[in-house]
């Protein structure tokens, strides 16, 4: 069988039972012990097998542009699962949408539903009514529905807000 082209040896026992090892770089040959044969031997086949299950020695899958797996009819993993424009105007969107808010509504918004903090534990930080709290909540969520009405569906991933 021959050795891959990426491994960077050639390997062969002589009639005699000396192992023998070519370096492919150089061309220079030597003759080896049995275990150092064994060594090459063994990363010679985990080569051979990664190239033929399409895996690394890591485990990952190897993808190629030039083919597909055989197993795979189209090329759908050459398709971004994340729709990069869609990012960037939610980036926009929420830019505005901060600018939208006062001192007190941002701070809600950013300690309390973003944040986590319940509404109680931060009435009592900023030592105010927990009404006005609410109040900030519902102000937010208005604020949001208004700019993000058109992005529904990333709307719903920055749901914290609802």
Known sequence: MKTPIEFD?????TEDGKCMVRVKLTGEVTEVARDVMKLLRAEEKKMRRSFATGTTENGKT????????????SPTWLVDPQDLMDEVAMKFL????RKSLTDRQLDVYEECLLGGMSFREYARKNKINIRSVFDAKAAVQKKFEKIFEGYSTNAKKMSVVK
């Open 62 to 73: 190897i993808l190629s542009l030039d083919e597909l797996p055989e197993d795979v009819k």
């Open 94 to 97: 929420e830019v505005e949408f």
């Open 9 to 13: 040896y050639d390997l062969w026992t």
